[in-house]
């Protein structure tokens, strides 16, 4: 399956005017042969959010923005993953979901929050490993900090994810994870990690860029730079068997010796 990576400007403008923006780059995507394509953590609504974000852009799993990026899947036909502030009951997530032209297929909830302001904004999320199959693949999500966790990418290849789509907002000064930590985790688990960040400043915050599509064997399948790009790249499942046949730390695992922790 053919992947796009949508590495955009974290610029405001408002939910109507990313929506405008992703019909024009998932019509891209598709003319390009995709039929994923992935947005950048909390795309709806822009981040950091503002108060004023967070409530133009705060609604619940099925929401009018949500449907609105249904019917862009549906005119397109490029599933679409993107992020927003997800209301449930008196509290709020970072979630991201996956939508197929066939309607919704998983939603994931952040369960590693980044620094004091997501704290204040956000409640983690408990959902683990959340899977689906698309384009002939098994697909997980993570969000940003959550790539960070070795923990959270071994349950993802222990439970056969090949691909894992990961939106993130890497900010200055913290390229090396991008350039070290995620190619790390692609190689260890033997999967491939779509890797997908915003670009520019905003708000005080200079986001790295630096999208990427890391492969399963250790190597790059496509890497961006530090400006707005769509980024393509060809996932072949047969790649991931291979690198896990070579490289064999998931059958190696001794679990009996990592008990919990003093």
Same mark, same amino acid.
């Given at each position: ?22 019909r024009? !780059? &998932? ?35 099925a ?9 862009? &899947? ?43 302001q997501?704290?204040?904004?956000? &409640? ?14 098994? %697909? ?12 959270? !990418?071994?349950?993802?290849a ?6 894992? !789509?990961?939106p993130?907002?890497?900010?200055r ?12 985790? &692609? ?52 790649? %991931? ?20 922790a003093?």
């Amino acid at each position: 399956m053919r992947i796009a990576c949508w590495q955009a400007t974290c610029a405001p403008g408002g939910v109507p005017a990313f929506l405008e923006s992703l019909r024009a !780059v &998932a019509r891209r995507a598709a003319a390009g042969g995709a039929g994923l394509l992935v947005t950048p953590e909390m795309s709806v609504g822009g981040y950091p959010l503002s108060a004023a974000a967070l409530a133009e852009a705060r609604e619940p799993v099925a929401g009018p923005h949500g449907e609105a990026i249904a019917a862009i &899947a549906r005119e397109t036909g490029v599933a679409i993953v993107h992020g927003w502030p997800e209301a449930a009951g008196a509290v709020v997530h970072n979630a991201a979901a996956v939508t197929s032209p066939e309607g919704r297929l998983l939603t994931y909830r952040k369960g590693h929050l980044f620094g004091s302001q997501e704290r204040a904004l956000f &409640a983690p999320g408990s959902d683990g490993v959340v899977q689906t199959r698309l384009g002939g693949l098994t %697909v997980g999500l993570l969000i940003c900090y959550d790539v960070e966790f070795p923990e959270a !990418v071994r349950a993802h290849a222990l439970a056969g994810t090949e691909l894992l !789509v990961v939106p993130t907002a890497l900010m200055r000064p913290w390229d090396f994870v991008a350039r070290v930590v995620v190619p790390a985790r &692609a190689f260890e688990n033997g999967l491939f990690i779509a890797y997908t960040n915003w670009t520019g400043a905003r708000a005080g915050l200079d986001f790295a860029g630096l999208t990427r599509v890391a492969g399963p064997d250790g190597g790059l399948v496509t890497v961006g730079g530090d400006g707005e790009e769509l980024l393509f790249a060809d996932i072949d499942p047969a790649r %991931v068997v291979a690198a896990r046949a070579s490289t064999t730390y998931l059958q190696d695992r001794r679990p009996e010796l990592y008990g919990p922790a003093p």
